[in-house]
């Protein structure tokens, strides 16, 4: 047994360094893309051998309850067992709570673990971006407080007195304990999302959602193509950032920041910038493909009777390069987190619900300074940005040519602004 633990680790560092070698990479960063690279063979197999056409909901939920453990293992070690515990008393808090105090409750714990994980990290850490199970943890703090919630709104509230959004998210029954480790540690999101809602996790399994109005069954290669052009997309972004190596070590140095036109600065500022956010890009487009590829992403079809792959898709690149002004942004940047923030607290909160959704947004991202800095006065940039473009914009709409002009310096505004 002793040689085979020690055969099989040998193995697991022996690969993870030929990655490291290979693409330069920290040993945690080779993990984490040999994970998200297999995700591809096993989302086929899921989505092939495994399709709700030829077998039941408990199999499939099996599948990815086991397969997101393995890369939690694979990736954190012995750490799992934090995530493990985190989920468990989380379970356990839906099945002995009060379904009207159930979405408090869970809320509490969840956001107290996720908290005492990000300070233990700027503690062993600081400053660092080593990957670490505080990423699983701020993922699956969305989920479970996202199906609290859901539960509440199912069993403890009037069907009248729930929005349309939430009646269809509202959760009738506290889930089995395989369906709710399974949507926890889904393998196409553990590591690095997206989020997504119960019900809808529970239509992807039984294939509910593939089932068209006529009630025949669509074709179980249907995401193929959206995961083939997400994947050369995220390619895409990856690749940025070794074509054109950056640092943001310049802007540290007074001297060559007087040295440099203004122009320059604001230029490479922005650049360097961009070339930070492509990393974002490719995890996040990357894990949009493999849902895809799984099955899972289904949004109904478009008017052209195209069908629609981005329910649970997480930036929109081009749009978010491009927005005119900072609502813009926050509605085609982290997609998952913005709706989760939206529904769990600003729809819920009694007090100021702004302010509160942006102290748990910077809460969520951890506790430098910095966050609380930016989360904060974003709510009052947002307020003001919304007054200004109400009074000021229909100054510019009596022509074609001052409409465009408008449009292109808002956007090189909020470009300066908000993404440098």
């Not at 086991?66 to 468990?88: D, I, P, W």
């Not at 052209?304 to 085609?332: A, F, H, M």
């Amino acid at each position: 047994k002793q040689w085979y633990q020690r055969r099989v680790r040998g193995m697991d560092l022996d690969i993870v360094m030929r990655v490291t070698e290979v693409s330069g990479l920290a040993p945690d960063r080779s993990r984490f893309l040999l994970c998200m690279l297999s995700c591809f063979p096993l989302a086929l197999i899921f989505s092939v051998l495994l399709h709700p056409y030829r077998v039941g909901s408990p199999v499939r939920h099996f599948f990815q309850l086991s397969v997101g453990l393995a890369f939690c293992y694979f990736c954190f070690k012995l750490q799992v067992l934090l995530l493990l515990l985190n989920t468990s008393v989380c379970y356990l808090l839906l099945l002995v709570c009060s379904p009207s105090k159930v979405h408090i409750a869970v809320f509490a714990w969840a956001i107290s673990f996720m908290s005492v994980s990000h300070i233990y990290r700027m503690y062993t850490d600081y400053n660092g971006y080593t990957l670490d199970f505080t990423g699983p943890t701020m993922i699956i703090t969305m989920k479970v407080t996202s199906l609290a919630c859901s539960v509440f709104d199912g069993l403890a509230r009037k069907p009248e007195d729930l929005s349309n959004d939430q009646s269809k998210l509202a959760v009738r029954s506290v889930p089995g304990v395989v369906e709710y480790f399974s949507y926890t540690f889904c393998f196409t999101s553990i590591l690095s999302g997206p989020t997504f809602n119960f019900n809808d996790y529970q239509a992807f399994i039984s294939g509910s959602d593939l089932i068209k109005a006529d009630g025949q069954k669509r074709s179980m290669f249907g995401g193929l193509v959206p995961c083939l052009i997400k994947f050369s997309t995220a390619v895409f972004f990856i690749s940025l950032t070794f074509l054109l190596p950056y640092n943001f070590e310049p802007f540290f140095d007074d001297e060559w920041r007087n040295s440099q036109p203004w122009w320059y600065v604001t230029s490479y500022l922005y650049l360097v910038s961009f070339l930070t956010r492509c990393n974002y890009y490719f995890a996040w487009i990357l894990a949009d493909s493999v849902s895809n590829l799984s099955g899972f992403g289904f949004n109904g079809v478009d008017e052209n009777g195209r069908e629609q792959w981005n329910k649970i898709t997480n930036v929109y690149p081009c749009r978010t390069e491009c927005s005119s002004s900072l609502k813009l942004l926050i509605d085609n940047w982290n997609v998952g987190t913005a709706s989760w923030l939206r529904r769990v607290c600003y729809e819920r909160s009694p007090i100021s619900p702004t302010n509160m959704t942006y102290l748990l947004s910077a809460t969520w991202h951890g506790f430098y300074p910095g966050y609380y800095g930016c989360f904060l006065s974003m709510s009052f940039f947002l307020l003001t940005s919304r007054k200004l473009r109400r009074v000021v914009r229909p100054l510019f709409l009596r022509s074609a040519p001052v409409k465009v002009f408008y449009d292109v310096l808002t956007t090189v505004r909020s470009g300066i602004t908000t993404r440098c």
